[in-house]
């Protein structure tokens, strides 16, 4: 028997850790959700779409502001000290994962904020003449909205890519310990922006301009958890053994099934004809990348606190 699919076997697993909060990876999947969007609507306000009626650059940052609103709340639910989170933001740890987020998700609501300014509501032009004259500034600026293009694209990446890192820089379980964790973050939060957008875009181009896309982030996060995994088991012992339990282990079942079946083979290969017109396009495949991305993080959150870097007596 293989001794990764029994804990008593296994010295590298802790047993005593059954319970895993749900808070951190709907966080996870929020923040990668949202800085695929802003990374979608940056390149689409860079590349001048927003002079289409239809853009989606003129609606994705309504949806950004509440999806990580709410995984900030799903952060803050998580958090011990909540009274005492402010202080977070009195310094700033330049070698601290943690400080660089915080940062990171308070800036980007003023960057969404400029985003929404260039279609804003009704509700706040009415209250707020003014408003409409910011508009008509941003709007007459080609370089203004091409500069608002590419300082969204940083900071979503910048989401993406913290979303990452905040796992990989706990050192104190084996499986989050990859330089690779970031890139998979942020390819599953692109692919699942995508496949989110392609879904709800008005506009026929974005449409099928997002489904392609989205097929191009689905192979390459298919190599992403390879190299993933490679690198877990071609390091130390204790990173072998936690990478076994996505292969064959305790999580293996969800990984197999839901992360790389159901979210990215099975969607792909749907995609794939849609978009060579063999089907019609389908809502189907995109809900499947976006629930397949959720378990992703679930297992991957999961799977890391039940590793353990110690032998148990």
Known sequence: MNEITTTRHNPFIDPTLQVWNWEIP??????????????????????????????????????????????????????????????????????????????????????LFVNILLRPPKMLTDKFPIVIEWQKVLLEKTSWIKNIGVLTMFFGAGIGLYTGVLLSSLGARPLWSSSILWMLFLISGLSGAAA????????????????????????????????????????????ASAADLLLVGKFASSFWVFVIGLGIIIPL??????????????PLAPLMVI???????????SAGQYSHWFALN
């Open 291 to 301: 629930i397949g991305g959720l378990i992703l993080r679930f297992v991957i959150v």
């Open 269 to 282: 290969f749907i995609q794939l004809l849609a978009v060579n017109h063999k089907i019609n396009h389908t």
């Open 26 to 111: 709907v966080y996870l999947f929020l923040g990668g959700m949202v800085a695929g969007m802003m990374i979608i609507s940056g390149y689409f306000l860079f590349k001048g779409r927003h002079k289409e009626e239809n853009c989606s650059c003129y609606y994705l940052p309504y949806i950004s502001f509440v999806l990580l609103s709410v995984g900030m709340l799903a952060l803050f639910l998580d958090l011990e000290h909540k009274l005492y989170v402010w202080r977070l933001y009195t310094t700033f740890q330049i070698t601290s994962a943690m400080s660089w987020g915080s940062w990171i998700l308070v800036l980007v609501y003023p960057i």
């Open 196 to 239: 989110f957008v392609h879904v709800i875009a008005k506009d026929a181009y974005e449409r099928v301009l997002l489904a392609k896309a989205d097929n191009a982030f689905l192979i390459i996060e298919l190599f992403v958890i390879a190299l993933f995994i490679i690198g877990l088991k071609t390091a130390t012992e204790v990173q």
